[in-house]
């Protein structure tokens, strides 16, 4: 079935430090959303990137779309505390029914001041 | 304002009990979703629903059902409840499906003991 995997799984940064999560999908994606899940929240939709190798930014994020829409990235810049979190790429099902969205497996980001 | 709501927030009950998972929106969505999710883990579907009186088993098996009799109400039941099903369960809505990015509710921390 569809899988869309996220490396890595977990990241520990010194806040300042970049950092950077990848996302790929084992097919092809109409289009790729990010979220953020904080710890013990919930998931919060960030971005959705359409075109085939597409960059969108956003303050300190910045978000690639692949040119075969099969991966994504999604890179911080100098990151602060509050970036921690777990961070979601999701991309639609495919075939019949692409109004289901299916989540990567995450990576959860740790920032120490 | 505009928004998903889902009570209880905490839920701890005993082993066979029934209960009822709530989730509202207000903003007139007729794509609603539910995922389960383990801590720090990926969201897993478990049901969907395209608008009234339409609901799907989603990609994970779950005991669980769902009914959909108004637009802003979908709620999620467990018949009988095990330690197997202590989990964090969230309900999500959009208005395009997967086209756009969904709006997910604070979620439900269910144990069962």
């Known amino acids: 079935g569809q899988q869309v995997m996220q490396i890595p799984q977990y990241q520990h940064v010194q806040e300042g430090e970049d950092f950077t999560t990848y996302c790929n999908s084992s097919?092809?994606?109409?289009?790729i959303q990010w979220y953020k899940q904080r710890p013990g929240g919930h998931p919060v939709f960030l971005i959705q990137?359409?075109?085939?190798?597409e960059v969108k930014k956003q303050k300190r994020l910045t978000f690639q779309f692949g040119e075969a829409k099969k991966n994504s990235s999604l890179h911080i810049t100098a990151t602060q505390t509050t970036d921690v979190g777990t961070y979601f790429c999701?991309?639609?099902?495919?075939?019949?029914?692409?109004?289901?969205?299916?989540f990567g497996t995450g990576t959860r980001l740790q920032v120490f001041p | 304002e505009a928004d998903i709501y889902q009570t209880p927030r905490y839920l701890v009950i005993g082993t066979g009990k029934k209960i009822t998972l709530e989730c509202s929106q207000t903003?007139?969505?007729?794509?609603m979703y539910w995922y389960q999710q383990d801590p720090g883990m990926e969201l897993h579907l478990i049901h969907y629903?395209?608008?009234?009186?339409?609901?799907e088993k989603g990609d994970l098996s779950s005991e669980s059902t769902v009914s959909r009799i108004r637009t802003e109400h979908f709620p999620l039941t467990l018949e009988s409840a095990r330690p197997s099903h202590t989990s964090q369960y969230l309900c999500?809505?959009?208005?395009?499906?997967?086209?756009?990015?969904?709006?997910f509710g604070s979620g439900t921390r269910l144990t069962v003991v």
């Open positions: 990137l359409v075109k085939s190798g």
């Open positions: 903003m007139g969505h007729d794509k």
């Open positions: 097919t092809t994606l109409s289009n």
């Open positions: 629903s395209y608008g009234v009186n339409s609901t």
């Open positions: 999701a991309g639609p099902g495919v075939s019949y029914n692409t109004d289901k969205l299916i």
């Open positions: 999500a809505s959009s208005e395009f499906g997967g086209a756009y990015g969904y709006t």
